[in-house]
């Protein structure tokens, strides 16, 4: 299993002026990125405003993106769904067209407790091979995935990681402490999550300076904190707009 790490960028899903997928664009955006250094592309997420998408075009956004990447960069796909069968459909696809891990909320609107949660996990995993990375946002899904709660979801042997994006640098800090692989999913907390130690980050920031994103990480990992702290300066309010 390939261990993700560093910075993810998940794109835009860009439209022709009629409403259509604009593939050229989209091909165009994957490029743009790989070429400036972001390792990991994440399709159909909240950042590609997945809930307006037809499950075709969810399809074939994730069919372009493998093929566009085609092992320049690692490629994240989102294949969340209220029914449990549909997520599982999702993900066989996106697993069919090389996905390296794929990005899951539990049941949404009206969803199950912790057991019902961890059913859905557990059915996911048991339908397909590749890691599963569990999506964490309890405003949007009403239900909160806590260090506690991962920890047992991490039972189910193909949940590799933790997308969080509950804005809470101490719930970074919490599933840092367990050993947790946590993806931040704040895009203003980038900085603070780099310089704990955390797997990685979600960036919407980074579809916009993906060459200062990628600085500001080599300043980290460098222990050149206070340049790195100069440069985030410049970058914040870009974060802050966005989120």
Known sequence: MTTLKGICVPICTPF????????????AN????????????????????FPFLSE?????IAEIAAKRINGRAKLIVQTSAIRTEDAIENSKHAESVGA?????????????GEAGVHWHYDKIAKAVKTPLMVYNIPFYTQFDITPD???RLSDIPTVAYIKDSTA???RIEQL??????????CDYLNFSAMASGAAGVFTGSGNVVPELIVRLEQLINSGKIDEARKLWKRIQPISLLLW
């Open 149 to 151: 709660v991962f920890s």
């Open 100 to 112: 390296d891990a794929l990005l899951i909320l539990p049941p949404y609107f009206e969803g199950p």
């Open 176 to 185: 840092n402490r367990i050993g947790a692989k946590v993806f931040c999913g």
């Open 56 to 60: 075709p075009e969810k399809r074939k």
């Open 168 to 170: 809470n640098f101490m």
């Open 16 to 27: 022709t002026d009629s409403g259509t997928l604009d593939e050229g664009a989209l091909a």
């Open 30 to 49: 994957i490029d743009s990125l790989i070429s400036k250094g972001i390792p990991i592309i994440a399709v159909n997420g909240g950042t590609g405003e």
